[in-house]
């Protein structure tokens, strides 16, 4: 299993070119079944507001329902235990808050992988991050 971060759905349904492309190949291959994805419920968040700011209310309301119904891909709650693990990932890694939330949900579910293309998980040494190009790479996209 690996976690999928917000920008995995993000970047193939705002933007174009190669990482856009090559992200939308990482979620076909997630939807068929090549790989098992994880996220937590601030994904949710965070790609309806996105794609509300880019795209409009009712297409963000329309991408969010079917992100929620993604196949291969479990959405978990953010618990109160997540947002302790997090708080200790703020004060050990100086991460953002959102990253650390992120990492929090993966780490206490036991996913040690992240799929993102933001760098900024590369200082939490319990996660290893493959970007986009990476992750096509490993699973030979």
């Known amino acids: 299993m690996i976690y999928c971060d917000s920008n995995l759905f993000i970047y193939p349904a705002i933007y174009t070119g190669r990482k856009a492309e090559i992200a939308g ?4 291959a997630l939807a068929e079944g090549k790989l098992r994805g994880l996220t937590c419920t601030l994904t949710i968040d965070e790609v309806l507001w996105i794609m509300w700011k880019s795209a409009g209310k009712e297409v963000a309301a329309e991408w969010t329902k079917r992100l929620l119904e993604f196949p291969n891909l479990k959405v978990v709650d953010t618990r109160a235990y997540d947002m302790r ?22 780490l206490n579910r036991g996913v040690y992988t992240i799929i993102s293309d933001d760098a900024d998980f590369d200082v939490i040494q319990e996660l ?7 992750a096509a790479s490993k699973m030979k996209i």
Do not use: G
């Open 85 to 106: 693990k997090a708080l200790n990932l703020v004060e050990k890694y100086d991460l953002k808050p959102r990253d650390a939330i992120h990492a929090a949900c993966s």
């Open 128 to 134: 290893t991050r493959f970007d986009f190009e990476t």
């Open 25 to 28: 190949k990482i979620l076909e």
